[in-house]
T-cell receptor
Framework: EAQVTQNPRYLITVTGKKLTVTCSQN?????MSWYRQDPGLGLRQIYY???????DKGDVPEGYKVSRKEKRNFPLILESPSPNQTSLYFC?????????????FGDGTRLSIL | GNSVTQMEGPVTLSEEAFLTINCTYT??????LFWYVQYPGEGLQLLLK?????DKGSNKGFEATYRKETTSFHLEKGSVQVSDSAVYFC??????????FGAGTRLFVKA
């Protein structure tokens, strides 16, 4: 089954404790992206990757890191989480950048930073 | 810059009512337009899309027509069901690696 898998689905942690949210897709997609979803703001792009070892900032990259060492995986790293990073996070992938290509989303990771 | 504006929710309807969720956009270039749906506890799923003016996207009884003259892509369904309760996102993409999403509209359908 074609899917984007994120882990964990839920995490409660404390300020400053490094965490990683994993994302994996089995569709051989080149493009992957991370979003955060906050009430009234829709989805905002954090980082995206066009292919292995190629990443770039989205609209709200501060406080986040990413890496793309393999085509299927695109982890999101919070080196020193803060309460304003409490949010619902989604990983997404697509075949490419053509304007008609939709994105495929994971089920989300709800992070609470205390 | 590019942007998407959709009607604020929540929208509450009775089963079998007619649904319209308004979406307008601003874009440089020629965007493709999408509607995504998010069911509780799940990620977004593509509902329908249109890639050029006057195209109509349709799926599961939902429809939306790409109106370039009014820069709109309103979502409609003739008879909603309780199972349609979800959050609906309008989005645009002009190529490159950015998809712009609206703020989302929550729909509640009562039996």
């Amino acid at each position: 089954e074609a899917q984007v898998t994120q882990n964990p689905r839920y995490l409660i942690t404390v300020t400053g404790k490094k965490l990683t949210v994993t994302c994996s897709q089995n569709m051989n997609h080149e493009y992957m992206s991370w979003y955060r979803q906050d009430p009234g703001l829709g989805l905002r792009q954090i980082y995206y990757s066009m292919n292995v070892e190629v990443t770039d900032k989205g609209d709200v990259p501060e406080g986040y890191k990413v890496s793309r060492k393999e085509k299927r995986n695109f982890p999101l790293i919070l080196e020193s989480p803060s309460p304003n990073q409490t949010s619902l996070y989604f990983c997404a992938s697509s075949f490419g950048s053509e304007r008609g290509q939709p994105q495929h989303f994971g089920d989300g990771t709800r992070l609470s930073i205390l | 810059g590019n942007s998407v504006t959709q009607m604020e929710g929540p929208v509450t309807l009775s089963e079998e009512a007619f649904l319209t969720i308004n979406c307008t956009y601003t874009a440089t270039g020629y965007p493709s337009l999408f509607w995504y749906v998010q069911y509780p506890g799940e990620g977004l799923q593509l509902l329908l899309k249109a890639t050029k003016a006057d195209d109509k996207g349709s799926n599961k009884g939902f429809e939306a027509t790409y109106r370039k003259e009014t820069t709109s892509f309103h979502l409609e369904k003739g008879s909603v069901q309780v199972s349609d309760s979800a959050v609906y996102f309008c989005a645009l993409k002009t190529g490159g690696f950015k998809t712009i999403f609206g703020a989302g509209t929550r729909l509640f359908v009562k039996a």
